[in-house]
């Protein structure tokens, strides 16, 4: 590849890496241009090397001065535990964005905003894209009101972080094993039935399946919900239509139009359809980087470098 | 060989059968011999009627008569006056309706081959490393150009050998455009053609970045503001897909030809290691038929599907160049003309598992000039596929008008800017190629860069 020799291995450095749970890491990645204008609600979108995929990632925190953007990462597949293994000191081949639309909150009038009481409900992984908003939040005087659910004690991530942004912080696990025991689903039927609270709108970001649940919650108490999709992407620009869903009696691009949408009107049982297009693949891929090098030697017999 | 008649020297392909099942080039390309003597067969006419059928006239009978005596460098150097992309334009233009429509020897048997003629010259060239004239001293100027596609690479070879510091900025992590992304490799091989025309334009000055999304990374009027450039050239395309609004749209199965592309264009799919992953259904049918359709329809076949296009009109209709047609059809795509389908069928899982169609007929010519298709009652039929490939057209991504202040677009969202220089309604700002026309052509985009180069030089100039 003779065109390739001039660029820098590394162009985007990897500045901090902290792993937060077995399965979950953040890291602070230079990329002053997306730092530059990058709002709570945004995306990006990282590349490993001249081979990968492009990843669809939520920008969890940034920071202007130094031109460093964070990011919050599950390993799922082959591409999330490849990622997982890059140190400080080394790269992403591309990190693209900001993509998407900021949050609402971050945009609409700060007046209007101040006279709400919002709700987020953070799922697993969502704790993190939660978390920039929030602190925007705090930082312009709003204090929201958080629930944090996982699966388990281990899983629950940015609890210390979270609590210096939160107005009252609400943690829960399915085991019980720390906080409160059950889904967040739970917990804000228990607020709302139980504790007197009254919320004006509540933003619900995790996986879909959740997503899915908290907006069937809300509904009951009237509580207008935002939700943030991850539906698969490729260019996220606006190019493909990978990341179309039905919202509404209409067919929104997630990476423009998104990623936040009215939970309300979101065809959830479309999109977590749409999530499992490539899944034998991606298992073979997953498959491929755990057995490694033993099934790419190309000895003939077991076809495996077919 | 035989002697410069009527019919022009055939050139060598991949055999259909052989070529179904890799990605690599279908066209071989002429040998010296061979094109010197279809070369011999232009007249070399006073006037030269070809040149007119080429958007950019291009000295077509001055690169052939060169080529004819064998000097190389002399038919490159003529050919580069007017074409900053050669090796692109020689394998995909619709010649037959360009510069080879209008050629004096088509009306008596075959037009020469300038398109083949031409890509046997920039092939050449890049072999022996003969590289495009330069004569730039650096003038101080900085302009930024939107976009890594025909029109952006033309737009800033251009404006650097005027000595202007030029920097593109592109979306994507490749430069190209449609070329990288959208066109497929046994068409227009990337590592071979496509980056040594990007480097070319590197190797005059210009600065590539990559990742840029003008308008979310940085918007024009920052790009003015803050970081010095005094003009700056659009041609970021067309590349939002549309779809037909038809239920099962959104089925597990369905995609754009944009998509469908990328992934394996871009991204590699095709490739083992890429990480990248692309639907592979044993029965793939492609919707449209333009060239985006035939291409999406071949690659679904090289990745081993049984593959229809579903088109509703009919042959004499079909918008891809005759080239494309007849390799599709050679390589054993099924083609369902006359048909336009109206529902997408779906298991309980939501996968794709056909495609309900009805039957057309030809009516009263439409806006458009060409005869309208309407339905045949009571014709519907359903179509057995496991996968549904869009390709029924694109438009430009509003994404840079709605982020520029004063920028003006038409109806179809397309940047008006005139003609002549590419200019639009906010000063010091330029546009070209898809983005203005929509959906077009490569040497039309290369043609509105160069005209933009022209109108921006002429606007610094005389700031
Ligand atoms: C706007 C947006 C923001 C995101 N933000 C974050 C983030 O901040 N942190 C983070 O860890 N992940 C985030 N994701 C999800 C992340 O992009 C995927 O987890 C990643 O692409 C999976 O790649 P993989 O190769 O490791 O897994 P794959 O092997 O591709 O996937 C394994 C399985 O996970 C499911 N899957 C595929 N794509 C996605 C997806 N986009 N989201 C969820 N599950 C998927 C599929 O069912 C698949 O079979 C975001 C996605 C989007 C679209
Ligand atoms: C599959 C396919 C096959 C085709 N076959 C042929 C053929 O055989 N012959 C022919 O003549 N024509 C063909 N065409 C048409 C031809 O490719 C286009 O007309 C031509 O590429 C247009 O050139 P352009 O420079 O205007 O735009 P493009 O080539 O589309 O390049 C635009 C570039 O701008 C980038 N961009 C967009 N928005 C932004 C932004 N906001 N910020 C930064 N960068 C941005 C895009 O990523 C892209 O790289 C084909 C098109 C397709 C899709
Ligand atoms: S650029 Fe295209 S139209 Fe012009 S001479 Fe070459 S092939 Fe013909
Ligand atoms: S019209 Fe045909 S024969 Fe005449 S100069 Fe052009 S290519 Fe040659
Ligand atoms: S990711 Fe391609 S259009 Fe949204």
Redesign the pocket.
């Known amino acids: 590849m003779p065109f390739k020799q001039e660029v820098p291995s590394v162009m985007y450095l990897i500045k901090k890496k902290k792993v937060l749970c077995p399965s979950i890491f953040l890291m602070e990645v230079e990329a002053p241009r997306v730092a530059q204008y990058c709002e709570p609600g945004q995306f990006l979108i990282v590349r490993i090397d001249e081979n990968g995929e492009r990843i669809p990632l939520t920008i969890c925190d940034y920071d202007r001065e130094a031109g460093t953007i964070t990011i919050v990462v599950q390993t799922i597949g082959a591409s999330t535990k490849r990622m997982m293994d890059l140190e400080e000191g080394q790269g992403f081949h591309d990190v693209v964005g900001p993509l998407g639309q900021p949050s609402e909150l971050v945009t609409d009038d700060i007046e209007e905003v101040k006279n709400k009481k919002i709700l987020f409900v953070a799922g697993g992984l969502g704790t993190a894209p939660v978390y920039p908003q929030v602190k925007w939040l705090h930082e312009h005087g709003i204090d929201a009101d958080v629930i944090v659910g996982a699966k388990t004690k281990d899983l629950v991530i940015l609890e210390e972080e979270m609590g210096k942004v939160a107005g009252n912080l609400y943690i829960t696990t399915d085991d019980g094993s720390y906080g409160r025991s059950g889904m967040v689903t739970k917990v804000i039927e228990d607020l709302v039935e139980n504790e007197g609270k009254k919320y004006d709108l509540c933003v619900a970001i995790g996986p879909m399946i959740m997503m899915k649940f908290c907006v069937l919650t809300t509904k009951k108490y009237d509580i207008p919900t935002i939700v943030s999709m991850n539906p698969i992407m490729v260019d996220g620009?606006g190019?493909c239509g990978a990341c179309r869903l039905t919202v509404g009696d209409e067919i929104k691009f997630a990476c423009i139009d998104g990623p936040e949408f009215d939970g309300y009107k979101v065809n959830f049982d479309e999109a977590m359809g749409r999530m499992r297009l490539y899944q034998t693949q991606e298992g073979e891929a997953l498959l491929a980087l755990q057995e490694g090098k033993t099934h790419h030697g190309g000895c003939g017999n077991c076809g495996g470098d077919k | 060989m035989a002697a410069p008649g009527f019919e022009r020297v055939p050139i060598s392909e991949q055999a259909p059968e052989v070529r179904a099942k890799n990605f690599e080039e279908v066209c071989l390309g002429y040998t010296e011999e061979e094109a010197v003597v279809e070369a011999a067969r232009c007249l070399n006419c006073k006037n030269p009627r070809c040149v007119s059928g080429c958007p950019v006239n291009i000295n077509i009978p001055g690169f052939i008569t060169a080529l004819k005596d064998k000097d190389f460098k002399r038919s490159y150097e003529i050919l580069t006056e007017s074409s900053s992309l050669p090796a692109v334009c020689g394998r995909?233009?619709?010649q037959e309706t360009q510069c080879e429509a209008q050629c004096i020897r088509g009306i008596k048997g075959d037009a020469v081959s300038i398109g083949k003629l031409e890509r046997y010259v920039a092939d050449r060239a890049r072999e022996e490393g003969t590289k495009m004239k330069v004569e730039c001293a650096p003038n101080g100027h900085k302009v930024a150009v939107?976009?890594?596609?025909?029109?952006?690479?033309t737009c800033a070879g251009d404006l650097a050998k005027l000595g202007y510091e030029v920097t593109i900025?592109?979306?994507?992590h490749e430069?190209?455009?449609?070329?990288?992304?959208?066109?497929p490799e046994f068409?227009l091989p990337k590592e071979k053609v496509v980056a040594p025309e990007v480097e070319n334009v590197k190797s005059l000055g210009v600065k590539i970045e990559t990742n840029?999304?003008?308008?979310?990374s940085v918007t024009i009027d920052e790009l003015m503001e803050n970081e010095g450039f005094e003009a700056v050239f659009i041609?970021?395309?067309?590349?939002l897909p549309m779809f037909m609004k038809i239920p099962g749209e959104n089925a597990k199965g369905v995609f754009s030809?944009?998509e469908y592309?990328t992934r394996n264009n871009l991204m590699k799919a095709f490739r083992e290691n890429s990480d990248t992953p692309i639907f592979k259904g044993a029965k793939v049918a492609v919707v449209g038929g333009g060239?985006?359709a035939m291409?999406?329809a071949r690659t679904a076949l090289r990745l081993g599907a049984d593959t229809t296009i579903v088109y509703r009109r009919s042959a004499a209709e079909l918008p891809a160049?005759a080239e494309?047609v007849e390799h599709a059809k050679e390589e054993g795509i099924k083609f369902e003309l006359l048909t336009n389908p109206v529902e997408i069928l779906t298991d309980d899982q939501n996968n794709v598992t056909g495609m309900k169609c009805v039957r057309m007929e030809l009516g009263e010519p439409d806006a458009s000039g060409r005869r309208r298709p309407v339905v045949i009652e009571g014709s519907e039929f359903e179509l057995e596929t496991n996968a549904v490939i869009m390709a029924l057209g694109?438009s430009p991504?509003p994404?840079?008008a709605s982020t520029t202040k004063g920028l003006e677009t038409n109806k179809w969202k397309c940047i008006v800017a005139d003609e002549k220089f590419g200019k639009t309604s906010k000063e010091g700002v330029f546009a070209?190629?898809?983005?203005v026309t929509g959906?077009?052509?490569?040497?039309?985009?290369m043609g509105?860069?160069k005209a933009a180069a022209k109108g921006i030089d002429e606007y610094i100039r005389n700031k």
Do not use: H, Q, W
């Open positions: 620009t190019m | 995909v233009c619709p939107i976009g890594s596609g025909p029109a952006g690479l900025f592109e979306a994507l430069a190209g455009g449609v070329l990288t992304y959208g066109i068409r840029v999304v003008i308008g979310k041609g970021s395309g067309a590349g030809a944009n592309l060239n985006v291409d999406a160049r494309e694109t991504n994404l840079i070209g190629g898809d983005a959906a077009a052509t490569v040497i039309l985009a509105a860069g």
